[in-house]
């Protein structure tokens, strides 16, 4: 496994992303920390206090994790220290754990814990905040595996009515789906292994949320990782008075995100579209609908309520209430005693429209760590990749304006002008001989003349041969363009957000993130760029 590093510059991330990465301060009025500043990291460190609701989620831990089936002990204990800290990640359940980048961003975080753990001589643990509270079913039912000329993308389908993913309950489809990739992924030494340890996660009956953790559990638990989540009714009775105070300063709230989005706005881009308001609520078919906020009046479909009713409603019923997207990290800074979090491109731009909505909880931003970025390159498209005069960038364009650039390019050779000439010299060649032939027998003139104009017919024919083998070797650089396109830009996206990382399990092995992991512990972590990763 070789690595070498390449610019976020020439990638397709947003500006503000690669502004964060290269120049943080020209956007520090938008975060609380440089994520590569030891002593802003440190200074953070030192001023984080741990809320009473700490020691209330320490303890229903334990019951949470007894529902999902896994056990965790040692990591609870490690965070009830008095002085521990967490670097904290997450990301939505995902059929088969999703794109690989679910697997960089907990990677980062459990390098990011040994390192300040180190650094900070106190307890640090990594943390996987599971999207318990997301309903877009859509963005996680699919499986993505490249292919040598094209990009597949396999879907477990399901009539869900806008439930949260986490409730949702794993049918017999996932047999079919199951069947469908088992066909496109051939099978190795390692797939049955592989497919031991996921069939015992995602299985018919199971909820994505348990499915999910289980898996987690299973590759990463050993390194340390907490499982937590708060679609638990326990968890949200904890964290009520945040909904309530999110209701009862809707305005100022909402006032502050605004302004720290426009200014955004003004040189970059605002992740998030704001709503009136930051909570959603489940109604009685359990379909997760966002709450609405005019003239004090807050409604959903055909309720309504005044706002003392629903601080009533929250108090009684708070497993009712659900955050969205700005509401999430604050109940999780609350609950954990967060030093960082690791990051997407997407969630460091909304974690900027963030800053000012912390201290209405009485709270700081934690450092944003970007997450690991890098793209794995098989050895069976490293050795071709040296073969096209393309750098690892372009791939990202158009296949069809490849394909024109690089005929474009190896039509370097004049083949008609090549036996044109060869032609011409060899008429020029033959007059000589042909004039002395004529003087010593005439009636040779046309035999000679015959002859000379036998060359050019089997120049002719050797064209012919020219034209064909230079047809042939194109085609076959043409479909190598196409191999690397859908392995390192599959469907025109970064490799990391399309394919999902149990491909590279099947043909690498189980323990492939293991080692990937030992790997990069070799030397400080790098995220400030990308990685090309030959393995």
Not at 28 to 50: C, L, M, Q, V
Not at 92 to 103: A, D, H, R, S, W
Not at 175 to 202: A, N, P, Q, R, Y
């Amino acid at each position: 496994m070789t690595k070498e590093t390449y610019s976020f510059d020439k990638l397709p991330f947003s500006k503000l992303f690669k502004t964060y990465v290269s120049k943080f301060a020209e956007l520090e009025d938008f975060y609380s920390a440089d994520p590569f500043s030891d002593a802003e990291i440190t200074s953070k460190a030192n001023r984080i206090e741990k809320q009473e609701s700490h020691k209330k989620f320490i303890e229903v831990l334990n019951d949470f994790h007894d529902e999902l089936e896994i056990e965790q002990n040692k990591q609870i204990q490690k965070l009830a220290h008095s002085d521990s800290l967490a670097i904290v990640t997450g990301q939505q359940l995902g059929v088969y754990g999703g794109p690989l980048f679910t697997i960089y961003k907990t990677i980062s975080t459990i390098l990011l814990a040994k390192e300040w753990e180190k650094k900070l001589s106190r307890p640090v643990v990594p943390v996987f905040w599971l999207a318990d509270e997301d309903h877009d079913f859509e963005e996680i039912a699919w499986f993505g595996i490249p292919g040598n000329g094209e990009f597949v993308k396999l879907e477990y389908k399901d009539q869900t009515k806008g439930k949260l993913v986490s409730d949702i309950e794993i049918k017999d489809g996932i047999e079919e789906l199951k069947s469908s990739i088992k066909s496109e992924m051939f099978d190795t030494d390692f797939s049955e292994e592989l497919w031991v340890l996921f069939d015992k996660c995602f299985k018919s009956g199971v909820t994505f949320r348990k499915a999910f953790a289980l898996m987690m559990d299973e590759l990463f638990g050993k390194h340390g990782l907490l499982i937590v989540g708060s679609n638990y009714e326990p968890i949200k009775k904890i964290v009520a008075d945040t909904f309530k105070k999110s209701v009862t300063h809707t305005s100022d709230i909402n006032k502050s995100l605004e302004e720290q989005s426009g200014k955004l706005d003004a040189n970059f881009h605002r992740q998030v579209v704001l709503g009136e308001s930051n909570l959603f609520y489940i109604d009685d078919d359990d379909q997760r609908l966002k709450l609405d906020h005019s003239e004090g009046k807050w409604s959903v479909g055909d309720n309504s309520w005044s706002e003392k009713e629903l601080l009533d409603l929250i108090d009684s019923k708070p497993g009712n209430f659900s955050p969205n997207v700005f509401l999430r990290p604050v109940i999780q800074d609350q609950l954990l005693p967060t030093l960082g979090y690791v990051a997407g491109p997407g969630e460091v731009a909304y974690y900027g429209q963030m800053k000012e909505l912390y201290p209405h909880f009485d709270l700081e931003m934690p450092v944003i760590f970007p997450r690991f970025s890098a793209t794995l390159i098989e050895s069976g498209i490293d050795r071709i990749l040296e073969k096209i005069p393309f750098e690892f960038h372009r791939y990202g364009e158009r296949i069809e304006d490849l394909e024109k650039e690089y005929v474009k390019i190896s039509e370097t050779t004049d083949v008609e002008a090549l036996f044109k000439n060869w032609k011409d010299s060899i008429q020029s060649a033959s007059t000589g001989p042909k004039d002395v032939i004529k003087e010593i027998d005439g009636s040779l003139d046309g035999l000679v003349g015959k002859t000379v104009s036998g060359f050019g017919t089997e120049l002719d024919k050797l064209k012919g041969r020219v034209y064909r083998s230079i047809k042939q070797q194109e085609e076959t650089q043409l479909q190598r363009i196409r191999k690397i396109k859908a392995q390192l830009y599959p469907d025109n996206g970064l490799q990391e957000r399309m394919v999902s990382f149990m491909y590279f399990m099947n043909k690498y092995g189980v323990d492939v993130w293991d080692n990937l992991l030992a790997d990069l512990e070799k030397e400080p972590l790098q995220l400030d760029t990308h990685h090309l990763i030959r393995l």
